[in-house]
């Protein structure tokens, strides 16, 4: 009898459950509302890693929070915009900001121009030679930052380094006067240190680049390149007249997308500077990641960095999107 | 005449044979890093740090491997407790992100409301924030939650990280399934259930690939919140950290570091091989349309 009752209950309420699935479709379908409840998964996992992490970034730029205020020993108070002040008072951070920039206006032409090279040169290749080049750039490429920069600290390593050993044997006009056996790369300093990092970073960036070139180039017409060799164009003039105007919106994106990547690097700073051991070596990445996590940690000095950060960021991202946006990425 | 043309051939072959050089130089010079990796992960200790080095090993050795695998090197574990962690963590996050992303792809690909648009740009936007911009917030956050230390929370942040590029790949692909392929599907009578397994699925299902193993190497690889979260959790570090912490140890060892380089850069390379002729169009995506 309690059995029966139990499954009549079970099948009524399954009963209203399917009235209830038809009067929520039916619902659905009047409101116009089964896009946002696709989009509602994904806005909470934006929200969760992106927003809601920006939020508490921007109040804790306007407060004085820092280790009491962590430990809960004080309260945590308003200061205006005193952490902003604090920032541009540092001289570290004017530091590793050029750093940053120095780098990022270094790295990124050198990437574009050898990368740009590669895809050119891929183009003109037979296709067993071009699968051969690529797949040595998709290689490189596929190293995982934390592997690549290992590697290379190994390869300039002062202690049985290849670079260094191989610098010490060629002769000192080509190699200047240096005592290279044993020369220490990664604490000397800023400008070696950098030097190891364009290197390492325009190692695994040019495939992208060249790899992309070379798609681009082969959605430009054939008979093209053909006329221009019949007129008898130099290959520069025929890069400048046909390619770069035809590639001009992937070499733009190409462009903003090394800006960011460049500009954001850290985890090979990280490694290749030393953890956060040398403070004179700090781009803007290391610099905010010591003022959050090195003792005495200062969140608000933090959540200021990040907004500065941020804004950097969206004066390129704008370029970015309007060049999508004008490209139709949208529709 | 003749010799017009012979020699306009023999500087053509010229061409080809410099073109080829070229090639092999750039080549070669790409591949040597990854080269003196492996090379250094054969190569026992002496060998490693005499005073000429030698371009192959002249004893290979697969010592600096067993050490890896046995632990001793690093201190605090075999390499497969580390292999286990970042296959777990990736494979869950990206399981996550590629059924949210196509769920969001399907929403912005067929259906045209309102916030489109922002949705789109907003997406561009997000995915250019450093990590560490926001990692003091997220490291907070997940400090509340209870989910720093263990592998869940990395899940969740690799999950979310990874859906602004998949959602864009993806809309691409469902943008590609004619629409009329639906209407007759749903002319014949079939539920949007239906529709969605036994049509778009199977079509965009190269494009799902894709943008998995797309996030599969974002995640693989992703360095500071691993670091932030997982502090002195030597037990729940992923390849990445275990790798940092191996090398950042002191009195470092190159030989057995070298090794678990290398065996953490297989899985990647294998992966970029099997998606090489898609990785480009996901990547530029957002600008060119594929």
Redesign the interface.
């Given at each position: 009898m309690a059995e029966t009752a139990v499954q009549l209950a079970g099948t009524e309420a399954r009963v209203a459950g399917s009235r209830g699935a038809g009067q929520w479709g039916s619902f659905v379908r009047r409101h116009r509302i089964a896009p946002y409840l696709l989009l509602v998964p994904a806005l909470v996992g934006i929200a969760l890693v992106y927003f809601w992490p920006l939020v508490q970034m921007a109040l804790y730029s306007f407060q004085n929070y820092g280790l009491p205020q962590v430990t809960g020993a004080e309260p945590v108070q308003w200061v205006g915009f005193g952490n902003f002040t604090a920032t541009f008072a540092d001289p570290e951070f004017w530091i590793s900001l050029r750093i940053t920039v120095i780098f990022a206006a270094v790295v990124v032409p050198v990437t574009l121009v050898a990368g740009t090279l590669v895809g050119l040169l891929l183009h003109r290749l037979g296709p067993k030679m071009s699968m051969f080049v690529s797949t040595a750039a998709l290689l490189a490429w596929a190293t995982p930052p934390v592997a690549g920069s290992v590697l290379f600290y190994w390869l300039f390593n002062p202690d049985g380094g290849l670079v260094d050993w191989t610098l010490s044997k060629l002769p000192h006009w080509l190699v200047g006067s240096t005592d290279w056996a044993g020369y220490n790369w990664t604490t000397t300093g800023a400008l070696p240190a950098y030097t190891v990092l364009t290197v390492l970073v325009v190692w695994t960036s040019f495939p992208f680049i060249a790899v992309a070139t070379l798609a681009g180039l082969k959605t430009v017409p054939a008979e093209l390149y053909e006329a221009a060799r019949i007129d008898g164009a130099s290959p520069w003039r025929v890069f400048w007249r046909i390619t770069y105007p035809l590639l001009k919106p992937i070499f733009l994106v190409l462009l903003l997308l090394s800006v960011i990547w460049d500009f954001n690097i850290f985890t090979q700073t990280y490694l290749l500077t030393g953890g956060l051991a040398n403070r004179n070596e700090f781009n803007l990445g290391l610099y905010i990641y010591d003022k959050a996590f090195s003792f005495p940690p200062s969140y608000g000095l933090g959540g200021a960095l990040a907004i500065i950060y941020t804004v950097i960021l969206l004066v390129v991202t704008v370029g970015y999107v309007r060049s999508s946006v004008r490209q139709g990425a949208l529709t | 005449m003749i010799s017009t043309r012979v020699s306009a051939r023999t500087a053509k072959r010229t061409r080809k044979i410099a073109?080829?050089c070229?090639?092999?130089l750039?080549?070669?010079v790409?591949?040597f890093?990854?080269f003196?990796?492996v090379a250094?992960a054969f190569k026992p200790s002496q060998e490693?740090?005499?005073l000429?080095?030698s371009l192959l090993p002249a004893h290979p050795t697969l010592g600096n491997f067993r050490q890896v695998i046995g632990g001793q090197a690093s201190g605090i574990g075999t390499v497969w407790l580390f292999f286990r962690n970042s296959l777990a963590v990736t494979l869950a996050a990206v399981l996550i992100?590629s059924?949210?992303?196509l769920?969001?792809s399907?929403?912005?690909a067929?259906?045209s409301?309102r916030f489109?648009?922002t949705?789109?740009?907003?997406?561009?936007?997000?995915q250019?924030?450093?990590?560490?911009?926001?990692?003091?917030?997220?490291f907070?956050?997940f400090d509340q939650l209870n989910l720093l230390q263990n592998l869940l929370g990395l899940i969740?942040?690799y999950?979310?990280?990874a859906?602004?590029v998949s959602?864009w790949m993806l809309r691409n692909f469902v943008a590609t399934v004619p629409r009329e392929l639906e209407e007759a599907a749903a002319i014949d009578g079939a539920s949007a259930v239906k529709i969605f397994w036994r049509i778009l699925l199977p079509l965009i299902a190269p494009g799902l690939v894709a943008t998995s193993i797309f996030a599969f190497?974002t995640a693989?690889?992703e360095?500071?919140v691993a670091?932030?979260f997982l502090g002195q959790d030597h037990a729940a570090y992923t390849?990445?950290i275990y790798?940092?912490y191996f090398?950042?140890r002191g009195g470092a060892e190159?030989g057995p570091?070298?090794a678990a380089?290398?065996m953490?850069?297989i899985p990647?390379?294998i992966?970029?091989?099997i998606i090489?002729r898609r990785?480009?169009?996901g990547?530029?995506?957002?600008?060119?349309?594929g």
């Open positions: - | 073109l080829n070229l090639g092999v750039v080549a070669l790409t591949l890093p990854i003196w990796m250094t490693i740090y005499s000429t080095p992100s059924l949210v992303s769920l969001a399907v929403a912005v067929r259906f409301f489109r648009a949705f789109l740009i907003m997406l561009l936007i997000v250019m924030i450093p990590g560490q911009a926001l990692i003091i917030a997220l907070r956050e969740i942040v999950a979310a990280q859906l602004p959602i190497i693989y690889n360095f500071i670091l932030t390849l990445p790798v940092t090398f950042g190159w570091i070298m380089s290398t953490y850069t990647v390379v992966f970029f091989l090489r990785l480009v169009g990547l530029v995506a957002g600008a060119v349309k």
